[in-house]
Nanobody, 112 residues
Framework: QVQVVESGGGLVQPGGSLRLSCAAS????????MGWYRQAPGKQRELVAT???????NYADSVKGRFTISRDNAKNTVYLQTNSLKPDDTAVYYC??????WGQGTQVTVSS
């Protein structure tokens, strides 16, 4: 079993930044891909960004150029640097490991 825990959400003004963190822990499993999805009220969960163990990344078009995903393989930790935040980025952000294990989510609210 793998536990996934997110942190770093909060309230930020438009144009601001937040850094989200996600740590996956548990023995006996190799973590290949990690990433972030988000879900806004009344909307379906959508991809934000993913990163593989060798550093290959994939971003949703809506966040390209503003968000950056990175990873510390030794710690099974993934980060999401979010810049130039917009009100439309408001959502609960969920982290996953291998698309199998998911965290409880961290709230990001962009509002003036």
């Amino acid at each position: 079993q793998v536990q996934v825990v997110e942190s770093g959400g909060g309230l930020v003004q438009p144009g601001g930044s937040l850094r989200l963190s996600c740590a996956a822990s548990g023995s006996g499993w190799r973590i290949n891909v990690m990433g972030w999805y988000r879900q806004a009220p009344g909307k379906q969960r959508e991809l934000v960004a993913t990163i593989t163990g060798n550093g290959s990344t994939n971003y949703a078009d809506s966040v390209k150029g503003r968000f950056t995903i990175s990873r510390d393989n030794a710690k099974n930790t993934v980060y999401l640097q979010t810049n130039s935040l917009k009100p439309d980025d408001t959502a609960v952000y969920y982290c996953h490991a291998n698309y199998l294990w998911w965290g409880q989510g961290t709230q990001v609210t962009v509002s003036s």
